[in-house]
Nanobody
Framework: QVQLVESGGGLVQAGGSLRLSCAAS????????MGWFRQAPGKERLFVAA????????YYADSVKGRFTISRDNAKNTVYLQMNALKREDTAVYYC???????????????????WGQGTQVTVSS
């Protein structure tokens, strides 16, 4: 079992930055592939970014490429999402998710992940 707790959300003006954190506990964090998703009101949960446990390869949704950066600190059992040049359309609840090292499919779909955090709200004002 893996427990995930997100933090760092809040209200920011368009063009500003936020850094989300996701603290993991339970099993060996370094063995898990980690992802960030977001969900706006009335919409489906969408992929934002992912980072692989082996090699640290990163993956991004087209909508955030060049603006968001995912990273991980295995010593602190934490994954981060640095969000720059925020836009109003980035407003959503952001969720951290984890999937084990045996997973070999796409990281882009919620069904790939076994564990989820409770989410943190990000609101971007104009």
């Amino acid at each position: 079992q893996v427990q995930l707790v997100e933090s760092g959300g809040g209200l920011v003006q368009a063009g500003g930055s936020l850094r989300l954190s996701c603290a993991a506990s339970g099993r060996t964090f370094s063995n898990y592939n980690m992802g960030w998703f977001r969900q706006a009101p009335g919409k489906e949960r969408l992929f934002v970014a992912a980072i692989a446990w082996r090699g640290g390869s990163t993956y991004y949704a087209d909508s955030v490429k060049g603006r968001f950066t995912i990273s991980r600190d295995n010593a602190k059992n934490t994954v981060y999402l640095q969000m720059n040049a925020l836009k109003r359309e980035d407003t959503a609840v952001y969720y951290c998710a984890a999937t084990g090292p045996s997973y070999s499919g796409s990281y882009y779909y919620p069904k790939a992940y076994d564990y989820w955090g409770q989410g943190t709200q990000v609101t971007v004002s104009s």
